[in-house]
Each structure stands twice: as structure tokens, then as C-alpha cells.
């Protein structure tokens, strides 16, 4: 049987959306969580705080960490990996979800909205795994880092629109890249992205209540992490899509992730 007992995981932004639901997820083998995330006070148009999660995960039967983190901060990475570890003795897992967004052209997007893009998806991407990696490296289990991030792709139109925002977002999948091969048969490095959109604050903000109905829930993404961490350590450097890697793993029924079910989903960004 596939379990996550006894495994830590180190998500960050996982006070809401598919954190949250990967964590979720991992909580009911009993797992350990690290939540790190920015969200420590309720805020008016996004539910869900570091505190709440924990709640969550532990109510689901998991160990909860809320960590206080904004993954810009190299200090502050480093306090909350280190703190995750000495809570729970090691780190297994670490999941790159935190993400800025912005679909604005050229013209359009502020240098400092596109500093915090690159700062937190590409740049934060890359931080949180340098630190997790030390302890990912001396896990007795299969370690893995995944990074919620796009398969490369170098067409045109994927780019056209929000050039700031798809560089930024392939940062973190330059990761994978990059990470599976230099710690190859050590550590499975791997990205998920959804094939449609999926109902999170984020989508809810670019396009209100008619885009929610028309997306997924945030359980099919931790319905695919869950069995992403439960392969090996040469299931690596894979750019997966949520449905067709579920398939593969012998999942039929899509419409128990339907937000509507009588309404078809939209695809999401990056998937052709």
C-alpha cells in the first residue's frame, strides 16, 4: 500500500488552494508538514492562513509546522527549513508551490511586479530547493522535490501575452530540469501542472466565479502529487500533466474533480 507515513514535507504557500490540498492529502497517511507561507493573519479576500492549515492537516491526521516564511528571503528560508528538521527529525519532501502572477504584457507589467515574479517563482523555486536539498539527500526514504510549474516549451504564444510572467514560470521548471539530471539516481526531481484550471484564489481573482465553476478541484492536483511521491527515485525529471499522468495510474472518474460538473473545464496556461 502506498503511504507518506512518518515522511516530512516542506510545502510552500500551502496555507490555501493545491498546497493546502497536498498537504491535506499526505495528512491523512500522517504525515509531517511544514507549512511556509506568508499568510499569518486572515485576509479579506483570501481565506486561509499558516494557522488554519495547520488545523486542517491536523484534524486530517497529520503533524502540522505553520511557518511564517516569505521565500524571497534567504534567511528566512534557511530559519524554516532548519526549523522543519528539528521539529521532526528530517525532510523528505519538498514541494515548490508558492507563486506570484501577473498576465500583463510588456508595456503593461511594473519592474516591481516582475521582480516579484522572478523572485518568488524562479528565484524562490531555486532557494527552497538549495536549502531542502542537504536533508532531502539524507532522508532513509525515496526524497523528492516537486516543483508545481509548466512542461518547457519554447512556443511563441505561450510567451506573447505575459512574457514576464511565463519567464518566471519556467524558471521553476529550469529547475527540474536542471536538478534531475545533476542529482540523478539521489533525488526524484519532477514539475505537475494541471491540463485545466483549478478552482484556487488565483483563478478566482483573474476570472471571478464563471472561471471557478469552469475549473477542477485543487484534489486533483493532490491526488497526483500523492502518487508522484510514491514512486521511485528514477521516476525523475518528468514534466507531468494532472489528468494524463492520474490515467496512467489507473484513475477513470475526472467528473469528482469538477467544481460544476455540467460545465467543461478550461484549459489551463501552457498545455496544448
Request: net charge neutral.
Amino acid at each position: 500500500m502506498p503511504s507518506l507515513s512518518n515522511r516530512t514535507l516542506f510545502i510552500s504557500g500551502a496555507s490555501r488552494g493545491i498546497g493546502l490540498a497536498i498537504a491535506l492529502r499526505a495528512a491523512r497517511d500522517g504525515a509531517n508538514v511544514a507549512i511556509a507561507a506568508k499568510t499569518a493573519e486572515p485576509h479579506p479576500k483570501l481565506a486561509g492562513t499558516i494557522y488554519s492549515a495547520a488545523k486542517e492537516i491536523e484534524a486530517a491526521g497529520g503533524k502540522a509546522l505553520p511557518i511564517l516564511c516569505d521565500i524571497r528571503s534567504d534567511d528566512q528560508v534557511h530559519a524554516a527549513v532548519e526549523l522543519t528538521v528539528k521539529t521532526f527529525g528530517s525532510l523528505d519532501i519538498c514541494v515548490n508551490n508558492a507563486s506570484a502572477i501577473q498576465l500583463t504584457g510588456t508595456l503593461d507589467t511594473p519592474m516591481k511586479r516582475y521582480d516579484l515574479m522572478n523572485q518568488v517563482n524562479a528565484r524562490g523555486t531555486f532557494l527552497v530547493s538549495q536549502m531542502c536539498l542537504p536533508h532531502l539527500l539524507a532522508s532513509k526514504f525515496t526524497p523528492h522535490i516537486l516543483n508545481l510549474s509548466p512542461p518547457l516549451s519554447m512556443k511563441p504564444k505561450w510567451f506573447g501575452s505575459h512574457v514576464a510572467y511565463s519567464m518566471a514560470k519556467f524558471g521553476m521548471s529550469m529547475c527540474v530540469l536542471g536538478m534531475a539530471e545533476e542529482f540523478a539516481g539521489k533525488v526524484a526531481v519532477n514539475a505537475l501542472w494541471p491540463k485545466t484550471t483549478i478552482a484556487t484564489a488565483a483563478v478566482n481573482m483573474l476570472g471571478g466565479e464563471d472561471m471557478m465553476r469552469a475549473s477542477r478541484k485543487p484534489e486533483i492536483m493532490a491526488d497526483a502529487a500523492y502518487a508522484v511521491f510514491n514512486k521511485g527515485v528514477d521516476f525523475s525529471g518528468n514534466f507531468l500533466i494532472d489528468e494524463a499522468f492520474l490515467r496512467g495510474e489507473g484513475v477513470t472518474d475526472f467528473v469528482q474533480y469538477a467544481v460544476d460538473p455540467k460545465v467543461e473545464p478550461l484549459p489551463d496556461f501552457f498545455v496544448d
